[in-house]
């Protein structure tokens, strides 16, 4: 009896042991394992890292977005702000072409003004009206130079019929006046032949007479009437005697200028000349 009692509790203990032995080799075995392969670990751990690999990716994805928007929002801005300048520069750059435009259009008539050597010269005004002068650098230009003399245009004419004519026109010259051109000053004294006739003015190119230059436009050299208005007799009214012809001009110095009439023959002296000094 002692005896069969003896070996079940040797079979038992060494069932127990054998157990022990197994888990204990079992649980080396896992950690052999895991030392020689860090990827296999218990799928727990493995669910918890791809949870925050997932976590990182839409956090990574979301901090993208983010910026992606941010960017866009400075590219926006940018692009405003440079839409806003080149409108700024265009604004200005009209205003100052606008300006440039303006100056060029009230200095159009000054430079149109410059005589050459070669110039138009026209003789005109009513029979009962006084004798108007102006020289035009071509026909189709404004006049440079316009005087109202005080002369009959009738008497004019007689005396042009009788021979050669010579205009002076005189004006006086003074020290302390700024320089202005010969053919901007006011008023001249008036001699025609050597003799006196009264004075003359300086006249801007009105409506009347750049209507009568328009008319005489095509004539290159000539003389005729033009019609009147119609109405009734007056010193301004009725037909307009005029004379037109090429005239060379001579400057002497800055006071002193000739205009001399050009015949088509070139014999001869020419018909009429007009002097303008400065004593």
């Not at 022990?20 to 649980?27: C, F, I, M, R, Y």
């Not at 189709?140 to 007689?158: D, H, M």
């Amino acid at each position: 009896m002692k005896t069969i009692m003896a070996k079940s509790f040797q079979d038992l203990s060494s069932k127990r042991q054998f157990h022990w032995t197994a888990k204990v080799s079992n649980e080396e075995e896992q950690d052999e394992i895991a030392h020689k392969d860090p990827s296999s670990k218990p799928s727990s751990d493995i669910n918890r890292n791809e949870q925050g690999k997932t976590e990182n990716i839409k956090s990574s994805t979301l901090n993208a977005i983010h910026e992606n928007k941010t960017e866009e929002n400075q590219l926006k801005q940018e692009s405003a702000s440079a839409s806003a300048t080149r409108r700024k520069l265009q604004t200005i750059a009209v205003a100052r072409l606008k300006s440039v435009l303006t100056s060029l259009g009230r200095n159009r008539g000054n430079l149109q003004q410059g005589l050459g050597t070669r110039v138009v010269g026209t003789l005109f005004g009513h029979k009962r009206g006084h004798v108007h002068f102006a020289f035009q650098k071509d026909s189709t230009s404004q006049p440079a130079f316009l005087v109202e003399l005080a002369t009959p245009i009738s008497g004019l004419v007689q005396e042009m019929a009788s021979g050669l004519v010579r205009i002076a026109l005189e004006c006086d010259k003074e020290e302390e006046k700024k320089a202005t051109r010969l053919t901007d000053e006011p008023i001249w004294r008036t001699y025609c032949n050597g003799k006196k006739c009264g004075f003359a003015n300086r006249r801007e190119c009105g409506p009347k007479e750049l209507q009568i230059l328009k008319a005489v436009e095509p004539i290159s050299m000539g003389a005729g009437v033009l019609p009147g208005n119609g109405g009734e007799e007056s010193a301004d009214s009725g037909e307009i005697m005029y004379m037109r012809a090429k005239f060379e001009r001579v400057i002497g110095s800055r006071d002193s200028e000739a205009f001399y009439m050009m015949n088509p023959d070139s014999n001869g002296a020419p018909e009429l000349s007009v002097y303008l000094l400065r004593v």
